[in-house]
């Protein structure tokens, strides 16, 4: 069984950073693509980034390009999102998610795509 939990949110000002976490517990980490997704309050769930189960490929929205860089450590069981100069609209619960993609450099970006997800954990970008 999958569980993901994800840490590493709080209060920061625009301009500010953060760096989020999500922890794996079950088998074969490194076979699993791992996305991270936010949802805003009344706001439908949006892709942010992804990466590939052996970390090789990654991918990110427009939003965020430049801005946030997705990285894992497959032998800590762990996947990040460094986010930098955050705005305002990246206020959000961010989720982290996983489905298994063994032997292959997937970067999925839709939230139907992923099998589990983690609990969430609130960025706020005070202006």
């Known amino acids: 069984q999958v569980q993901l939990v994800a840490s590493g949110g709080g209060l920061v000002q625009a301009g500010g950073s953060l760096r989020l976490s999500c922890a794996f517990s079950?088998?074969?980490?490194?076979?699993?693509?791992m996305g991270w997704f936010r949802q805003a309050p009344g706001k439908e769930r949006e892709f942010v980034s992804a990466?590939?189960?052996?970390?090789?490929?990654?991918k990110y929205a427009d939003s965020v390009k430049g801005r946030f860089t997705i990285s894992r450590d497959n032998a800590k069981n762990t996947v990040y999102l460094q986010m930098n100069n955050l705005k305002p609209e990246d206020t959000a619960v961010y989720h982290c998610?996983?489905?298994?993609?063994?032997?292959?450099?997937?970067?999925?970006?839709?939230?139907?795509?992923?099998?589990?997800w983690g609990q969430g954990t609130q960025v706020t970008v005070s202006s």
């Open positions: 990466i590939s189960g052996a970390g090789a490929s990654t």
């Open positions: 079950g088998r074969a980490f490194s076979s699993y693509s």
């Open positions: 998610a996983a489905v298994p993609l063994p032997g292959y450099s997937g970067t999925p970006a839709s939230p139907g795509d992923y099998n589990y």
